[in-house]
């Protein structure tokens, strides 16, 4: 299926015809719908914002999103989105014209929220949250301008894996960015289809269709981001215990409320027991039957 030219869609044309690069097509294509069926993603007739900021996930997140839309297994309609942020040298007209050539219905939303991070975020601080922060207010906006029911991102399995770490080691709590949720107004979906793809995929294949990634340079050039020490942690994990980060994803995956100490998730005061239970020794351990 994945050799016949005429069968492609125009992002996926020109692909390298190793074995290599298919089963890394296949792989991610597969993961994808896979998070998109897990995770009841898929409303007949909706449609999509796909946020596309012209890194190389949100390039894997629009090539798979269409590719699964065009096979017919994605019965959405599709609109990406690019927030051009007035960063200092960013080349606006990249996107554009890559989408124009693609032939991919797009909208191009021009809202400068770099100077306001910049002048509102103290010296040596980092800008991520305020700038997340208002770049998905705008997303959300034109979400609704545009009448879609949901506001779909690019991040990865080891995004979530990351900010899982990050507030594990800074914010005193197990969470991290859920596949799909509802926004604080409760109006629009947000969804996360890469949520089972790792990031060494989405680059090797964005490298491989030689799309024209254009860097983070706000919070890219600053040093010492607590992700990019989470990064580092897990990279090094990584290396000394090849699929840690396959067995620690699964872990979220598999949370046992009960085997936790969340008094708000299992009720421990209400754990009863009972007397009629029979115990037996097995080589001299209690065990309950």
């Not at 074995?19 to 991610?28: N, Q, V, Y």
């Not at 254009?214 to 990279?235: A, T, Y």
Request: hydrophobic share 35%.
């Amino acid at each position: 299926m994945f050799d016949e030219t005429e069968e492609i869609h125009p992002l996926f044309a020109g692909a390298p015809s190793t074995t290599e690069f298919k089963k890394l097509r296949k792989r991610i294509v597969r993961q994808t719908r896979e998070a998109i069926e897990q995770y009841g993603m898929v409303e007949r007739g909706a449609k999509w914002l796909v946020c596309l900021s012209g890194g190389k996930d949100s390039y894997t997140l629009l090539a798979v999103l269409h590719e699964l839309q065009w096979r017919g297994l994605l019965p959405v309609e599709l609109l990406a989105c690019n927030l051009d942020q007035g960063q200092p040298g960013f080349p606006a007209t990249v996107l554009p014209e890559f989408l124009e050539r693609m032939g991919v219905p797009h909208r191009i939303e021009y809202q400068d929220t770099y100077s306001v991070v910049v002048d509102k975020v103290p010296q040596g601080r980092t800008y991520c949250a305020l700038c997340s922060r208002l770049r998905r207010g705008n997303l959300y906006r034109i979400a609704r301008e545009e009448g879609c029911s949901a506001v779909v991102l690019g991040h990865h399995r080891d995004d979530i894996l990351e900010t899982f770490f990050m507030n594990l080691f800074h914010g005193g709590r197990l969470a991290t960015m859920p596949p799909k949720l509802v926004n604080e107004e409760g109006d629009l979906f947000v969804y996360r289809p890469l949520a089972h793809v790792a990031e060494a995929d989405c680059e090797k294949f964005a490298t491989a269709m030689n799309y024209p990634i254009i860097p983070c340079d706000l919070c890219g050039s600053q040093d010492g981001l607590q992700r990019q020490q989470v990064k580092q942690i897990l990279d090094q994990w990584e290396k000394n215990s090849p699929g840690r980060r396959q067995v620690m994803f699964r872990a979220l995956t598999n949370a046992r409320p009960s085997h936790l100490l969340d008094p708000k998730l299992f009720d421990f005061a209400g754990l009863t027991v009972d007397p009629n239970e029979k115990v037996e020794k097995t080589e001299g351990i209690p065990q309950l039957r």
